[in-house]
C-alpha cells in the first residue's frame, strides 16, 4: 500500500485567462489538507499569450516541460505528496501539463464553482453519464489518424473539424458526449465525475488501440472543464507511443479551431532530462528564478478555447 502523503504540491495556475492568486488556490484545500505541509509551484503562462494568439506554441511546451520535470524532481527529492492543480488556462496547455506529467502520480483538480467564487466541487457523488459514439468494431490495419472529440460543455462542430482536418485522412471519428442532456458548462460536478470521465476516455484510447492499431495521430479536440483536460492528458500516456495533436478554439477566429502543441513520446522523455538554454530560454524568466515556488512548514491560514 503507498504511504498517505503528508505533504501537498499545489500547483497554482496563472493565464491571460485567469490570473488565479496564491489565496485562492489555497482556498482550494479542505480543512485536512491546510494541515498538510505545503509547497506552491506556479505555472504562470502569460507571458506567452500573444505568440499562442499567433499560433507559436513553442515556448509554452518548453514551459510546461520545465514545470512537469520540477514537479518530478521534487517528489524523487521529497518523497510522495498530494498534487492539486488550481487555476485556468487553454485547453492544450492543459491537456499538455497532464500528458507530460505522466499518469504515474495522480494530478488532482477541483474545477471553479461559480457559485461559491472557489475551486471545490459542489457534489460529491457521481451526476454525470458519459458515453462514446462512433467508436471502431472492427479492426483496421491501414495507416492514418484518428478524430476524438470531447463535447462536455459544448458539440465539437463537424464544420469546425473539418476545415483543420481531411475527412478521407480519418480512420475514425469517436465523439464522447453526456447521456440525455446537451453539453453545457458545469455538467462535471465532483471529483466522481473526473474518475468517470477517466474510465469513458481510456475505455476510447485501448478500443482505439485495437481496432486502429495503425493510428498514427490521434486528434484531440475537447471542451470540457480544467479537470478534464487534466485527466485526459495524463491517459494519453505518452509513453506508449501515440502522438497527439491539439486544438485551440476561438469562436471569432477564422477558422475557429487552429493547431497548437503535438504531444509526442520524445517530448515526454524529455521532462526526464534537464532542459537546454535555449529551451529555459522560451520558457520564460520565471521558471530560472522561480520567485513563486516556496516551500512552508505548516500553511498559513487563509470559453473561446478555455476550459469550461
Known sequence: MSPVPTRILLIQGISSLRATSEDEAVGALTTDE????????????????EAVASGFWPPVDAQVRAVAAELHANLEEHGPAQLLYAGLDEVPTLIALGALFGD????????????????????????LELEPAGAPRERMDAAGEVVVRVEISYPVQDAHVDAVLDRRSRLADVVIRPRGVAPRPGLVRSQADVEHFRTVFRDVLALLELERPGTEVIHLFLAGPVSTCLAAGQELRLRNGRRVQTYRYRTLDDPPLTRALRLTPEASSDVQTPLSDADMALAMPSVRAAPNRKACAMPSPVAPSMPR
Open 34 to 49: 491546510r494541515g498538510l505541509r505545503r509547497q506552491v509551484v506556479a505555472l504562470d503562462t502569460r507571458e506567452h499569450a
Open 104 to 127: 504515474e502520480h495522480r494530478l488532482g483538480c477541483r474545477d471553479y464553482d461559480r457559485d461559491s467564487g472557489r475551486f471545490v466541487w459542489p457534489e460529491t457523488a457521481q451526476t
